[in-house]
C-alpha cells in the first residue's frame, strides 16, 4: 500500500506562496530541533545533498542549516501531512542545533524533551567513543577489552539487577538498570548493532502480534 504521507508530488505550495513550514525532528529520539520554511528549490536541494536547507525570509536565499557553524542536520527522511501543506524532516543532528548552543531551538532536552529520548543521545555518544576511542574514556576501555569482556559485564550488571528486584530498594533497582542498559548498549555497538535496532525489532513484534 503506497504512503500518501511520503507522496511529496501532493505538496500544495500555494498555501503559502510557495514557502512551507518545515519542523525538524531527531530521527531517534523524536525531539523537536527547529521550525524553518522551505520552497520547492529548497525541498530539493535537501533531498539532492542530504542536508536540511531552508529558504531564508530575512535573507531572501536558501540556507543550509549549519553552513557556518559545521552543526548541519543530516536528512533521514521527509513526510508531509494530511493537507499536503506541512512538511516533517526527520534528521541526525550533528552538534547543537540552536545557534544558542542547546539541542533544540525549544530549549535543552533535560529542560524539554521526553526522558527517554535521552536514550538515543546515549546510543550516539557510545557510537562515537566507538569510532573515537578516547584515551581515558570508560567506555574506550570496555570496547579494547573485546567482546568477551562486554558480555561478562553485561551478565555480571543482569544479575545485579536481578538482585536489586529481589532484595534492594526502587532506587539501588534504577542503579543497577541504568548500569545493565549502559553495557549492553556498549556490547550492541561493539557487534555493529544499536538500541534503535532493538527498539525496531520491538516495534515489529508489537506490529505483528496486533494483526494475528
Known amino acids: 500500500m503506497n504512503d500518501s504521507n511520503t507522496d511529496l508530488s501532493r505538496l500544495d505550495w500555494t498555501k503559502g506562496d510557495g514557502l512551507l513550514p518545515a519542523i525538524v525532528q531527531h530521527w531517534l529520539s523524536g525531539e523537536v530541533l527547529m521550525l524553518g520554511y522551505m520552497n520547492a528549490e529548497a525541498l530539493a536541494q535537501t533531498q539532492v545533498r542530504g542536508q536540511v536547507t531552508f529558504y531564508s525570509r530575512s535573507k531572501q536565499r536558501l540556507w543550509t542549516k549549519g553552513e557556518s557553524s559545521g552543526h548541519v542536520l543530516a536528512l533521514k527522511s521527509i513526510r508531509i501531512d494530511c493537507d499536503a501543506d506541512t512538511l516533517l524532516v526527520q534528521a541526525e543532528p550533528h552538534g547543537p542545533t540552536c545557534h544558542r548552543g542547546t539541542s533544540s531551538c525549544f530549549g535543552d532536552r533535560a529542560e524539554a524533551g ?59 533497582l534504577l542503579g543497577e538498570a541504568a548500569d545493565l542498559i549502559f553495557h549492553l548498549t556498549v556490547m550492541l555497538r561493539a557487534r ?3 538500541l534503535a535496532d532493538v527498539a525496531a525489532l520491538l516495534s515489529a513484534r508489537h506490529t505483528t502480534r496486533n494483526h494475528r
Open 114 to 172: 521526553p526522558p527517554l529520548g535521552f536514550l538515543a543521545e546515549l546510543n550516539a555518544l557510545v557510537a562515537s567513543r566507538h569510532a573515537e576511542r578516547p584515551l581515558g574514556s570508560y567506555t574506550t576501555s570496555l570496547f579494547e577489552g573485546g567482546i568477551r569482556r562486554m558480555a561478562q559485564k553485561v551478565g555480571e550488571e543482569g544479575v545485579e539487577t536481578a538482585l536489586a528486584a529481589v532484595v534492594q530498594d526502587d532506587a539501588s
Open 192 to 194: 555493529g548493532l544499536s
